[in-house]
């Protein structure tokens, strides 16, 4: 599925992306690259796309839980629960996600 | 290692003895038949929820079994004995402690004017409590909230989303004088009248009678009105008598040094209880907030186990009212600069700035994706001490993640 454009983010940005009823967060790391994980914090249904990120850690806006959102794993309470991640790949300009 | 509460403070404490690597006994101690459960919810989701508005737990019955926390329900601590450190339980059972920590946290305040005994009033702090508002609160009921703060608001909030017909009687001048300042507060007022919502401020209240099974409450000017609930929401006292019993220091909340230790080296505690002094703020506080009392309690269990680390973070509120949300990071003092930064329709934020520069507080209203980040950058800003040009703030052009640097 495409997801964004190659430039459609900056480094440690995030982007909200909506496909059939779900919701995912996009994110950029500091080197670049692209990840996907589910959008809505595992705690409670906030989005994380309005959260802070710090090098590999996305943070919750509304409760500070956290996540690597390379894997999707909790890093910090209150969430406790693994989000999904999904596989990325670019294809010359886009921004691909396997949902 | 003895907790007394189970509140936010008490498990978020519990869990982190287990993180940071005790393998001691660990003892928590609640007084309500339940397991822990998260307060924030009860003055919104559990008041408006359709269906099932069950207690959001803060910790599973299997993960206390996987950290080996022994909790005990429905118990309150009559005593302590801090030369042979044990405490005694209602029930008379006596513990020994190596390291007691105290997250007794706080109870409404009651009103001081007159109360007839068959009036209906309520206050919110537990589940039990907010079962009982919910069940009053319908289409077409009088509410009255006495007291403009965030319980009383966010009270106010679900009651009229529900249907009933609701006002708030506040004796200040304005709504939330203590932790919001006036552009803000003044915000959140037309929000709540936009509602439906009636607000008088500058009211007293000087008593309330019973009257055919409903609360008549009385203002100073005569003026009555009539509900089928009085919501009482003027604040909290800290749960302070156990401690003051046991000969620690008291003011304003159990009183602690920055490593969050009481005046007995092997007594803690933290959460709504305990003042603290902050080195950020130059002052002693006490704080009543979901965030404070778990990371404090967190904090705590690190120092029981002697990691000696000043307690430090940034203050930090939050209330939902309606579809928006306020967040304050810092504490904001009349004599700081607000400095306002347009966020379109989306929202309203404050940055405020101390006569050095430094940034001190910050605080916004509405939607959450439009004021999140930017609250949570101020906060690591005013953690940073950084002093961020005020025309910087205000642009709303200028990335404030970019003045980090």
């Given amino acids: 599925m495409a997801a964004c454009a190659l430039d459609a983010l900056e480094s440690e940005e995030t982007l909200r992306f909506d496909h059939e009823g779900r919701t995912f967060v996009i994110t950029r790391s500091p080197e670049g690259d692209y990840f996907a994980i589910d959008g809505h914090c595992s705690h409670e249904k906030v989005h994380l796309a309005d959260g802070v990120v710090d090098g590999y850690i996305i943070e919750c806006p509304k409760h500070f839980g956290t996540f690597d959102y390379r894997t999707g794993e909790s890093q910090a309470p209150p969430a406790c629960i693994d989000l999904r991640s999904y596989e990325v790949k670019v294809e010359g300009n886009t921004v691909f996600i396997k949902i | 290692m003895v907790i007394v509460g189970a509140g936010e403070a008490g498990t978020a404490a519990a869990v982190a003895l287990r993180e940071c690597g005790w393998r001691g006994p660990v003892i928590l101690i609640g007084n309500e038949v339940m397991l822990p459960y998260e307060r924030p919810p009860l003055s919104k989701a559990i008041l408006v929820e359709e269906m099932n508005p069950g207690p959001k737990l803060l910790v599973t019955p299997e993960r206390l079994a996987e950290l080996a926390i022994d909790y005990l329900q429905g118990r309150n601590v009559e005593?302590?004995?801090?030369?042979?450190?044990?405490?005694?339980?209602?029930?008379g059972a006596q513990l020994a402690y190596e390291r007691l920590l105290l997250t007794t946290g706080a109870r409404p305040r009651k009103l001081s004017v007159p109360v007839a005994p068959e009036s209906r009033i309520a206050?919110?702090?537990?589940?039990?409590?907010?079962?009982?508002?919910?069940?009053?609160?319908?289409?077409?009921?009088e509410v009255v909230v006495i007291g403009g703060g965030f319980i009383g608001l966010e009270v106010a909030a679900s009651a009229v989303s529900r249907g009933a017909s609701v006002t708030v009687v506040e004796a200040g001048p304005r709504l939330l004088t203590r932790a919001v300042p006036a552009p803000v507060a003044e915000l959140i007022r037309a929000k709540h009248e936009r509602a439906g919502v009636r607000i008088e401020s500058g009211?007293?209240?000087?008593?309330?009678?019973?009257?055919?099974?409903?609360?008549?409450v009385v203002l100073a000017d005569g003026r009555t009105h009539l509900a089928d609930l009085v919501l009482v929401?003027?604040?909290?006292?800290?749960?302070?008598?156990?401690?003051?019993?046991?000969?620690?220091?008291?003011?304003?909340?159990?009183?602690?040094?920055?490593?969050?230790?009481t005046s007995d080296p092997h007594v803690f505690a933290a959460g709504d209880c305990c003042s603290f002094p902050h080195r950020l703020y130059g002052a002693r506080m006490r704080l009543e907030a979901w965030r404070n009392a778990w990371q404090q309690g967190a904090a705590a269990a690190a120092n029981m186990l002697g990691a000696n680390r000043p307690y430090e973070n940034v203050p930090w509120f939050w209330s939902d009212q309606y579809d928006?949300?306020?967040?304050?990071?810092?504490?904001?003092?009349?004599?700081?600069?607000?400095?306002?930064?347009?966020?379109?329709?989306?929202?309203?934020?404050?940055?405020?700035?101390?006569?050095?520069?430094?940034?001190?507080?910050?605080?916004?209203?509405?939607?959450?994706?439009?004021?999140?980040?930017?609250?949570?950058?101020?906060?690591?800003?005013?953690?940073?001490g950084l002093a961020p040009k005020a025309e910087a703030l205000a642009n709303p052009a200028v990335n404030i993640k970019s003045l980090l640097i």
């Fill in chain 2, 233 to 261: 929401g003027i604040g909290v006292v800290p749960n302070v008598e156990l401690a003051q019993a046991a000969g620690l220091a008291v003011d304003n909340g159990i009183a602690l040094d920055e490593t969050l230790t």
């Fill in chain 2, 79 to 91: 005593w302590i004995d801090r030369a042979a450190h044990t405490v005694t339980l209602s029930d």
């Fill in chain 2, 123 to 141: 206050t919110l702090r537990t589940y039990a409590d907010a079962l009982a508002i919910r069940q009053i609160i319908r289409r077409g009921c």
């Fill in chain 2, 324 to 384: 928006e949300t306020l967040q304050i990071a810092g504490l904001c003092r009349e004599e700081n600069v607000p400095v306002a930064r347009n966020l379109g329709a989306k929202g309203h934020l404050f940055f405020y700035l101390a006569a050095d520069g430094r940034l001190v507080a910050a605080c916004a209203f509405g939607s959450l994706g439009a004021i999140a980040k930017e609250i949570r950058l101020a906060e690591i800003m005013i953690v940073r």
């Fill in chain 2, 203 to 216: 009211a007293m209240v000087e008593g309330i009678d019973a009257h055919e099974g409903r609360s008549k």
